[in-house]
């Protein structure tokens, strides 16, 4: 491994000055919105021009007389109602971009660090990390459109037959290895709602277990490929870390921390029998009937093997410095899933329209062979019902097909595909688990702003319960009084062969259906979604958000470098690596890598920031030791995958899409529970990390 890269402005740092404190004050304020979100509502009057110049009703496309009764002030006090009022977020998506403003405007950065954070100093372009991440999100959440993973993960529950212990440890065995192929993220976005569905149709309450453990797996493993964390990439650039030197380094760290972390919460944390109880009866499910698209499994699964295996060849060779990053790999890879989704859908829908051509034939020549005077009787007026009679013929038999094949004919041809990810969502509304009591208003948000975000459809929240006094876990489950039928299987249910449906959600709605877009779509938009219902979904599904908000924290660091401040910390770091030595400088890094998760916005916040300093403290520290520097690399590697699950939901992408993805199906996490199941797994994790990684530099580097 060579000793890293130095930027052309480290160890050019100036003395702090006062546009050095309005630097880092901007710094602390913008991550305490990234933290703590604020919505600011604006006037009801932008969204109603709006919808009045973009959507038009007929009415008011035409001049009418105004009534003279009153009426029209009472007409507008009910659309003063009725209009949704639009809100100004502060969040990870806009508060840093409006920090990197405010810097310019007040003259405390030039242009010049713009560009810096943007291409990249000191051997990281941040371009090239965000395609990635961009890149491979879109190949992991178009396999996931496939149904493949939710087929994994019925075949894995289905072979654990009745034992709740047999079932847990066979699921954490499941979201490690699925977590060190795909990543956290697509892992969350798919297993989540999963896992909601079978703990909730299994009368696994409360889901406390499976759920915190699927967390912590998926972001746990994510330590081990340069691919599935964008912080990994952010240190493999920094230093100058080969992808198969660092997933080397990183391989026993997580490893031994996985196996640790399985008793930890298996015999520790969830150990009674109200987390994981004894004997359970899980849904009768196919598990064929979630894999909607096999050969698109099989191919997005290939080629996302393909690309993986071409970064670390390539990255072993040293091909991929320079302009010749790793998106000359990464993004013709996305860019062929892409061509391969919608060629998928013109197949498709070319299929579907053959389909219904042959049964308007069908029903044409039935028609004709009725009797004349039947075939001239109205629709409202067919003799005996025979109308009804011979649609209802059609009709059943389009539903015998539909049932026969399973779930991926529940849909037309297609927008089955690009559903996949939200079928099992549809299911679980009339069972959800909730937290209770809850005064969380999170969950409280528009259905199309949470679809936005995770994906996934609109769903209603039930109502919370009171809690319990007997000090058992907040997390509840519980069923909203109706005269639907029990979840539990019964034996009748032996004979289903696709996943069971409540009766009220046999189909599935239109907001999270792409082949059906919402009319607030412009024309060209709506002709798109209709087109390429998958590439739609997808683009829909990816953490778009996350791409201003990484560009503005490499702004906002090269902006600390500029005034001065990454000086200052890379000369403290230096004197507690004299003081400290490897051992303190990799218990230190691990400690402030999780710490920073939570304090710097999110782990990639973080990672930027802490593997500047360490940039800055090797170009002017002479003869830094190669144990003390790499110690303190993986330390934080270590630090940064595994800070995602620890004390705030903020602390990684992933933990705000399981928070979200959680709260669409009706479940509450709060913050105090969110620590609570959080802490004592953090803690472990990183002292078996850091020891190991202490150990390794001990081992391969003599100085």
């Given at each position: 491994m060579s000793q890293g890269h130095a930027a052309s402005t480290i160890g050019q740092g100036r003395d702090i000055d006062a546009r050095s404190i309005v630097t880092l004050v901007v710094f602390l304020v913008v991550n305490a919105f990234v933290l703590f979100p604020l919505h600011i509502p604006l006037p009801l009057a932008l969204p109603r021009l709006y919808r009045r110049v973009f959507f038009p009703s007929p009415s008011t496309q035409k001049t009418q007389p105004q009534p003279s009764d009153g009426k029209a002030e009472r007409t507008e006090a009910v659309e003063g109602t009725t209009t949704p009022r639009w809100h100004l977020p502060i969040d990870l998506a806009t508060a840093p971009v409006i920090g990197v403003l405010l810097l310019l405007a007040s003259t405390c950065i030039p242009g010049s660090v713009v560009r810096d954070g943007i291409v990249g100093t000191g051997g990281v372009r941040p371009y090239d990390i965000m395609t990635l991440f961009i890149s491979f999100a879109y190949i992991s959440l178009s396999l996931d459109c496939t149904g493949l993973l939710?087929?994994?993960?019925?075949?894995?529950?289905?072979?654990?037959?009745?034992?709740?212990?047999?079932?847990?440890?066979?699921?954490?065995?499941?979201?490690?290895?699925?977590g060190l192929i795909v990543g956290n993220d697509p892992l969350?976005?798919?297993?989540?709602?999963?896992?909601?569905?079978?703990?909730?149709?299994?009368?696994?309450?409360?889901?406390?277990?499976?759920?915190?453990?699927?967390?912590?797996?998926a972001n746990l493993v994510s330590?081990?490929?340069?691919?599935?964390?964008?912080?990994?990439?952010?240190?493999?650039?920094?230093?100058?870390?080969?992808?198969?030197?660092?997933?080397?380094?990183?391989a026993v760290p997580t490893i031994a921390a996985a196996l640790v972390l399985y008793p930890t919460l298996r015999y520790f944390l969830f150990r009674g029998e109200v987390f994981i109880p004894k004997t359970l009866r899980p849904p009768k499910v196919d598990p064929r009937s979630a894999l909607v698209d096999p050969w698109g499994g099989v191919f997005g699964a290939s080629l996302f093997i393909i690309t993986i295996v071409m970064l670390v060849g390539l990255s072993a060779g040293g091909k991929l410095e320079g302009v010749e990053g790793v998106w000359t790999v990464t993004a013709p890879a996305a860019i062929v899933m892409v061509v391969r989704d919608g060629a998928h859908d013109l197949w498709a829908r070319k299929r579907e329209d053959r389909v219904r051509r042959e049964e308007e034939d069908r029903k044409r020549g039935v028609l004709m062979d009725r009797p004349e005077e039947t075939r001239k009787v109205g629709p409202a007026e067919a003799v005996d019902g025979e109308k009804g009679s011979v649609e209802d013929r059609y009709d059943g038999e389009k539903a015998d097909a539909r049932a026969s094949n399973g779930l991926a004919n529940q849909e037309g041809p297609s927008s089955r595909r690009a559903s996949?990810?939200?079928?099992?969502?549809?299911?679980?509304?009339?069972?959800?688990?909730?937290?209770?009591?809850?005064?969380?208003?999170?969950?409280?948000?528009?259905?199309?702003?949470?679809?936005?975000?995770?994906?996934?459809?609109?769903?209603?929240?039930?109502?919370?319960?009171?809690?319990?006094?007997?000090?058992?876990?907040?997390?509840?489950?519980?069923?909203?009084?109706?005269?639907?039928?029990?979840?539990s299987p019964s034996p009748s249910d032996a004979s289903l062969p696709t996943v069971p449906t409540p009766p009220n959600q046999s189909t599935p709605q239109p907001s999270s259906t792409p082949s059906t877009p919402p009319s607030g779509l412009f024309a060209p938009l709506r002709l798109i979604s209709r087109t390429f219902p998958t590439p739609s979904l997808v683009f829909t599904r990816l953490p778009l958000p996350l791409v201003p908000f990484a560009f503005s924290m490499f702004i906002l660091v090269e902006a600390l470098q500029y005034t001065g401040w990454i000086s200052v910390w890379a000369g403290w770091w230096a004197a507690w690596a004299r003081a400290g030595g490897v051992a303190g400088s990799v218990w230190l890094m691990g400690t402030i890598g999780v710490l920073g998760c939570n304090l710097f916005g999110t782990n990639i916040g973080a990672t930027v920031l802490l593997s500047r300093v360490l940039q800055e403290w090797q170009a002017t520290t002479p003869d830094v030791s190669s144990r003390t520097l790499y110690g303190a690399v993986f330390a934080l590697a270590v630090g940064s995958n595994f800070g995602a699950y620890s004390f705030v939901f903020p602390a990684s992408l992933a933990g705000l899409l399981w928070r979200d993805i959680l709260a669409q199906k009706g479940l509450h996490v709060s913050r105090r529970e969110f620590v609570r199941w959080n802490a004592?797994?953090?803690?472990?994790?990183?002292?078996?990390?850091?020891?190991?990684?202490?150990?390794?530099v001990c081992v391969m580097y003599k100085s």
């Open positions: 939710r087929y994994l993960a019925f075949t894995v529950a289905s072979r654990s037959a009745a034992s709740g212990r047999l079932l847990y440890s066979t699921f954490f065995l499941f979201w490690v290895i699925a969350i976005l798919s297993g989540t709602p999963f896992l909601v569905y079978f703990t909730s149709h299994a009368a696994i309450a409360p889901p406390t277990a499976f759920l915190f453990t699927q967390f912590q797996a330590a081990l490929l340069v691919s599935s964390n964008p912080t990994n990439l952010v240190l493999t650039q920094a230093f100058g870390v080969s992808f198969l030197s660092y997933s080397a380094w990183l996949a990810g939200d079928h099992d969502d549809n299911k679980d509304k009339d069972s959800d688990v909730v937290v209770a009591p809850t005064t969380d208003k999170s969950s409280e948000r528009p259905p199309h702003s949470r679809s936005a975000e995770n994906g996934q459809g609109a769903s209603t929240s039930p109502h919370a319960s009171p809690s319990p006094g007997d000090g058992t876990p907040t997390l509840l489950a519980s069923r909203a009084p109706s005269p639907k039928p029990s979840k004592v797994p953090v803690v472990v994790t990183m002292v078996v990390g850091c020891l190991v990684v202490a150990g390794e």
